[in-house]
């Protein structure tokens, strides 16, 4: 496995658990049905037709396509351009970017708590803007606002594209809208039967929290100490 390979993998490890996060996991119904204009009651009645499935997917499609814009063009491209940058400084670049990685990691964890990533930074939307675009630009506001529950695995994962030398940032950081967009398409697709194990899947979100914590605390050591290299190695076989 090359060690831009497992960056990558990581990327998308973590905008998967952002998904299954406590505070964005359990608003999924409700920007579906935002998104679709179908009542989230009439999705648990089991009222999907195949029409209906697709225009929620296809709604789904266009708002996942306007977060992974902002993701990957505005972030991406400032990590990479970053990069650029703390290439000179390799060494230094991947310990103290190392250092902030783990941070974030351990506040994912919950052992402690930093005030500015618990505020309230959401821009709300009373009204969807009307078709697909409408959806999209929906998607980007979803990118902006929703810092506190994004703020730290996207910001483990944007400072990890900027300070290691291994991957592209802007494919690191497509990586991690992967993560967040496959379980949410899969939602819209499912219907009903993604409100049959929601419940159960609410009950394990802090845990999820804790296991991605534990793996951005890894990163950053594994990048403080120059093991990088190595644990890709040892993972490649």
């Not at 709604?59 to 703390?86: D, E, I, N, R």
């Not at 060494?91 to 005030?115: D, H, P, Q, S």
């Not at 979803?142 to 802007?170: D, V």
Request: glycine share 14%; proline share 4%; net charge positive.
């Amino acid at each position: 496995m090359r060690p831009e390979d497992l960056s990558y993998g990581i990327a998308f490890l973590v905008g998967l658990g952002c998904f299954f996060s406590p505070c964005i996991l359990p608003l999924i119904p409700a920007y579906l049905s935002f998104l679709s204009g179908i009542s989230t009651a009439q999705v648990k009645e089991g009222g999907m037709s195949s029409k209906k499935r697709w225009v929620t997917f296809s709604h789904g499609v266009m708002f996942v396509l306007g977060f992974s814009v902002v993701f990957v063009v505005l972030l991406g491209g400032a990590g990479q351009a970053l990069k650029g940058v703390l290439l000179e400084h390799k060494v230094l670049a991947a310990r103290i970017g190392g250092g902030i990685v783990a941070l974030f990691g351990i506040y994912l964890t919950g052992l402690f708590k930093l005030g500015f990533l618990e505020r309230e930074w959401r821009f709300h939307l009373t009204n969807k803007p009307m078709g697909y675009l409408g959806s999209a630009l929906v998607g980007v506001v979803f990118a902006f606002g929703w810092t506190p529950c994004l703020g730290p695995g996207l910001g483990a994962i944007l400072t990890f594209s900027a300070s290691s030398p291994h991957g592209s940032a802007m494919a690191m950081m497509g990586f991690f809208a992967l993560g967040l967009a496959v379980p949410f398409l899969l939602a819209a697709i499912a219907g009903e039967t993604f409100f049959r194990y929601f419940g159960a899947l609410k009950r394990h979100t802090r845990t999820i929290s804790i296991v991605a914590g534990l793996i951005l605390v890894a990163v950053g050591i594994s990048m403080m100490a120059g093991w990088f290299n190595r644990l890709s190695f040892l993972l490649g076989g």
